[in-house]
C-alpha cells in the first residue's frame, strides 16, 4: 500500500511560480514512477508530468512543456512539481499518483493523493 499527501498549492498570480511537493509513505515507494495529473471542475483527470523511479525518464503535457518540471528525491520519497510562468488556464486541483510502470495514462496508476488547489488569477 502507498499513501500520498500533497502540498504547496494556493493562490498565485498569472506569471507566478508555485511548487508542489507529493510525500509518500509504504512499501517501496522509490521504486514506483510518480506523475501529477491536474482536474478542474467538469472536466477529466489530464496527465501532467510523470517521472521514472529512476528519475531518468520524465513525460510533460503539452501544454506544460518549458514551463513545468517534475523531480524526486528518493531519500526523502518525495516529488515535486515546479510551476513556472503560471497561467489562468492552469487553475485546477493537482493530484499526485504512483504507478509500477512510467506512463502517462491515468488508468495505470493505483495510488493517488487526496489534491492540492492551484488557482491563478489573471
Known amino acids: 500500500q502507498v499513501q500520498l499527501v500533497e502540498s504547496g498549492g494556493g493562490l498565485v498570480q498569472a506569471g507566478g511560480s508555485l511548487r508542489l511537493s507529493c510525500a509518500a509513505s509504504?512499501?517501496?515507494?522509490?521504486?514506483?514512477?510518480m506523475a501529477w495529473f491536474r482536474q478542474d471542475p467538469g472536466k477529466e483527470r489530464e496527465f501532467v508530468a510523470a517521472?521514472?523511479?529512476?528519475?531518468?525518464?520524465?513525460y510533460y503535457a503539452d501544454s506544460v512543456k518549458g514551463r513545468f518540471t517534475i523531480s524526486r528525491d528518493n531519500a526523502k520519497n518525495t516529488v515535486y512539481l515546479q510551476m513556472n510562468s503560471l497561467k489562468p488556464e492552469d487553475t485546477a486541483v493537482y493530484y499526485c499518483a504512483a504507478a509500477i510502470i512510467v506512463t502517462m495514462s491515468r488508468s495505470s496508476y493505483n495510488y493517488w493523493g487526496q489534491g492540492t488547489q492551484v488557482t491563478v488569477s489573471s
Open positions: 517521472i521514472s523511479w529512476t528519475g531518468g525518464v520524465t
Open positions: 509504504g512499501r517501496t515507494v522509490s521504486s514506483y514512477a
